[in-house]
């Protein structure tokens, strides 16, 4: 049995605001439903100097701030941040798909309250949220019954027999590099060849169920 987080409140009870920079528009997407998921409000920005604009114009309990963007990266805006008035006070998430020790010490040494790798797991990051802004957190316990059912679509999905090794490797490198624009990419290629795999496939990424997609590509 283990616990899944249903909700994330601030201590008056209020929803936390969040804002997400990232110049992926799957991204973006994909960390607001997972935040909307917990009653977390998201904002969106595509580059980090809009997400600078926001910052200026509206109120933000905290900054989920990918590392990796054209024009100015997350190290810069979050340098910029420091110096502005209103964003210096709150606390930035680091998410992103580098590995590299270099880049989350860099990020925790220039005052980031975390740093979330891609993909992003649901826990991970609600975790690391409520740990930034001392969140109330609600569970829901999930017994090995209830993933039992919730596998069973899993289990009864369309073999991946079909595609190659070479194709699976792609696909699997695509979600462990945390690139779900490509791996989306690649589903809508794949839909022309086996329409209930790529059906099945998105299903799993838009749950952000990533354990689920590589268990079914590595059958």
Avoid: W
Avoid at 16 to 24: C, F, M, N, Q, T
Avoid at 146 to 174: M, S, W, Y
Avoid at 200 to 219: K, M, N, P, V, W
């Amino acid at each position: 049995e283990r616990q899944r987080v249903t909700s994330l409140r601030k201590p008056d009870g209020s929803a936390p605001r969040v804002l997400i920079i990232d110049d992926e528009e799957t991204n973006l997407s994909m960390l607001s439903d997972m935040l909307a998921a917990v009653g977390v409000e998201a904002r969106t920005a595509s580059s980090g100097a809009n997400g600078l604009i926001c910052i200026e114009q509206e109120f933000f309990d905290a900054v989920l701030l990918d590392l990796r963007m054209p024009d100015m990266d997350g190290h810069e805006v979050h340098r910029r941040l420091r110096e502005h008035e209103t964003g210096r006070e709150i606390p930035v998430l680091f998410v992103s798909a580098s590995a590299q020790i270099q880049d989350r010490e860099k990020a925790i040494e220039l005052g980031a309250a975390a740093f979330v790798t891609k993909p992003v797991r649901e826990s991970v990051m609600h975790q690391a949220l409520a740990d930034a802004l001392v969140l109330e957190v609600s569970y829901q316990n999930v017994t090995k019954e209830n993933l039992a059912v919730e596998r069973v679509e899993t289990e009864a999905a369309p073999p991946t027999t079909a595609l190659d090794a070479a194709r699976r490797a792609e696909l699997l490198d695509f979600v462990r590099s945390g690139d779900v624009s490509a791996f989306s990419a690649a589903i809508e290629e794949l839909e022309f060849e086996n329409a209930k795999l790529a059906a099945r496939l998105t299903e799993l990424i838009d749950a952000f169920d990533y354990d689920g997609i590589e268990s079914l590509l590595s059958d």
